[in-house]
Nanobody
Framework: QVELVESGGGLVQPGGSLRLSCAAS????????MGWYRQAPGKRRELVAI???????NYAEAVKGRFTISRDNAKNMVYLQMNSLKPEDTAVYYC????????WGQGTQVTVSS
């Protein structure tokens, strides 16, 4: 079992920045993937960014060049630095963890509005 705890969401103006953090605990293992999904009202949950324990990263086209995912494997943490935020980035952001199974955090709201 893996528990994920997110922090860092909030309200920000267009063009602003936020940093999301996620702490993983439990049966982490050495080989895994951690990342972020988001779900806007009325839309399906979608991948934002994901990083493997080996360092491979993948981003959604909509966030490339604006968002950066990073990991601290020693602390079992994953971060999402979000810059140049747009209103369309408004969503609940979920931390995601995968080794042999998928695990989800409780979600944190990100609202981009003036």
């Amino acid at each position: 079992q893996v528990e994920l705890v997110e922090s860092g969401g909030g309200l920000v103006q267009p063009g602003g920045s936020l940093r999301l953090s996620c702490a993983a605990s439990g049966s982490i293992g050495s080989i895994n993937a951690m990342g972020w999904y988001r779900q806007a009202p009325g839309k399906r949950r979608e991948l934002v960014a994901i990083a493997s324990s080996g360092g491979t990263t993948n981003y959604a086209e909509a966030v490339k060049g604006r968002f950066t995912i990073s990991r601290d494997n020693a602390k079992n943490m994953v971060y999402l630095q979000m810059n140049s935020l747009k209103p369309e980035d408004t969503a609940v952001y979920y931390c995601y963890f995968f080794n042999s199974r998928s695990f989800w955090g409780q979600g944190t709201q990100v609202t981009v509005s003036s």
